[in-house]
């Protein structure tokens, strides 16, 4: 089992940059993929980006592509997301989940969710 916890969210102006983090508790993540799903008013929870143990990544629809950056630090059981030139569009709760490796393949977890606003 897995608690995720994130952190970095808040209140942003049109074109600044915020830097979400995931820390994760009661087991290692190392071997986990990891990665950030968001959901806005009124919409479906989107993929926004994973990322695999040895570090590639993979990201969502085009519009992140350029502006996300997903990275990990194992030593530190954290993900981070790095969103740059923030758009109004992009708020949304922001969510952080860990798929489970090894005896526990096949489970996933989530974080509670941040909040993230973009103001134009």
């Known amino acids: 089992q897995a608690e995720l916890v994130e952190s970095g969210g808040g209140l942003v102006q049109a074109g600044g940059s915020l830097r979400l983090s995931c820390a994760a508790s009661?087991?290692?993540?190392?071997?986990?993929?990891m990665g950030w799903f968001r959901e806005a008013p009124g919409k479906e929870r989107m993929f926004v980006a994973d990322i695999r143990p040895s570090g590639s990544s993979t990201y969502g629809a085009g519009s992140v592509e350029g502006r996300f950056t997903i990275s990990r630090d194992n030593a530190k059981n954290t993900v981070h997301l790095q969103i740059n030139s923030l758009k109004p569009e992009d708020t949304a709760v922001y969510y952080c989940?860990?798929?489970?490796?090894?005896?526990?393949?096949?489970?996933?977890?989530w974080g509670q969710g941040i909040q993230v606003t973009v103001s134009s």
């Open positions: 989940y860990a798929d489970g490796s090894g005896h526990s393949r096949g489970s996933r977890w």
């Open positions: 009661g087991r290692a993540v190392n071997a986990d993929n």
